[in-house]
Structure formats: structure tokens, C-alpha cells
């Protein structure tokens, strides 16, 4: 009975806090680090080339999938660097619904683990699935 206890305190509402506010932090900061690296990296290579506006080139087609993005980030190219800031940006809020279900169920609170498990489904169709 006491662990159960002990498990329980440890679980408090402003441990969580903390820990989700840690989360987005470090989330944000390693993300926006990503970013620069892959910023300074890009206008290495092509910081000096001269801009034509009157041609319209779309991004290369190689960096709409995450393989291909790893691939070309793994081969230190600035915008695929650039790119995976970006994808750790957007899971930062989907990591912080995650731990926040988890959180919830080790405090044994079913409504707000079926609320939070709502609101990731809803968070994840809207990422991934398509709307129309």
C-alpha cells in the first residue's frame, strides 16, 4: 500500500507541469538549433548564388517524403536539415499530448485519458490524414 502511495505522490499535478513545460522547452530549443545548423548550412552552399525571381523552381520532389529527407539531411543538405527542425517543431505539441495521456493514466484519471486520447486522434488526422 505504501508504493502504491509513493506512486501516486510522485505523480503530482505540478510535477507534470514541470515536466511538460521541460517537454515544449527543450522541444522548441532543439528544434530552432536543428534550424540554425541547417540555415548556416544551406547559406554556405548557397549563399552566394544569384537569385532569378523571373523562374519559378519548385522544391525538389526528393524532399516531400521523411526518407528522403533523413537521406538528404544524413548528407548534411541545409534544407533537409532545415526540414527536420521543422518536423521536431510540430511534434513537440504531439509529444506533449502523449505524455500528457500517459501522465493521466498513471494517475489512474480515466476521463482525461479518454479526453487526451481524443484530442491526439484529432491532432494526428489533422497532421496526417486528409481532409476534404
Known amino acids: 500500500m505504501a508504493?502504491?502511495?509513493?506512486?501516486?505522490?510522485s505523480w503530482t499535478d505540478e510535477r507534470v507541469e514541470k515536466?511538460?513545460?521541460?517537454?515544449?522547452?527543450?522541444?522548441?530549443?532543439?528544434?530552432?538549433?536543428?534550424?540554425?545548423?541547417g540555415?548556416?548550412?544551406?547559406?554556405?552552399?548557397y549563399g552566394r548564388d544569384p537569385l532569378h525571381y523571373e523562374n519559378f523552381d519548385p522544391?525538389?520532389?526528393?524532399?516531400?517524403?521523411?526518407i528522403e529527407v533523413g537521406k538528404y539531411a544524413a548528407r548534411g543538405d541545409g534544407r533537409a536539415i532545415i526540414?527536420?527542425?521543422?518536423?521536431?517543431?510540430?511534434?513537440?505539441?504531439?509529444?506533449?499530448?502523449?505524455f500528457s495521456m500517459i501522465a493521466f493514466a498513471l494517475e489512474k484519471d480515466?476521463?482525461?485519458?479518454?479526453?487526451?486520447?481524443i484530442v491526439l486522434v484529432i491532432l494526428l488526422?489533422?497532421?496526417?490524414g486528409k481532409v476534404t
Open 59 to 66: 522544391q525538389r520532389a526528393s524532399l516531400h517524403s521523411i
Open 83 to 98: 526540414q527536420i527542425g521543422l518536423l521536431l517543431l510540430i511534434a513537440t505539441p504531439v509529444m506533449r499530448v502523449i
Open 19 to 37: 515536466l511538460l513545460g521541460t517537454l515544449l522547452l527543450t522541444g522548441v530549443i532543439v528544434s530552432g538549433l536543428v534550424v540554425l545548423v
Open 110 to 117: 480515466r476521463l482525461y485519458v479518454a479526453l487526451t486520447v
Open 3 to 9: 508504493e502504491t502511495n509513493a506512486a501516486q505522490s
Open 39 to 45: 540555415g548556416v548550412l544551406y547559406l554556405a552552399k
Open 125 to 128: 488526422l489533422s497532421l496526417f
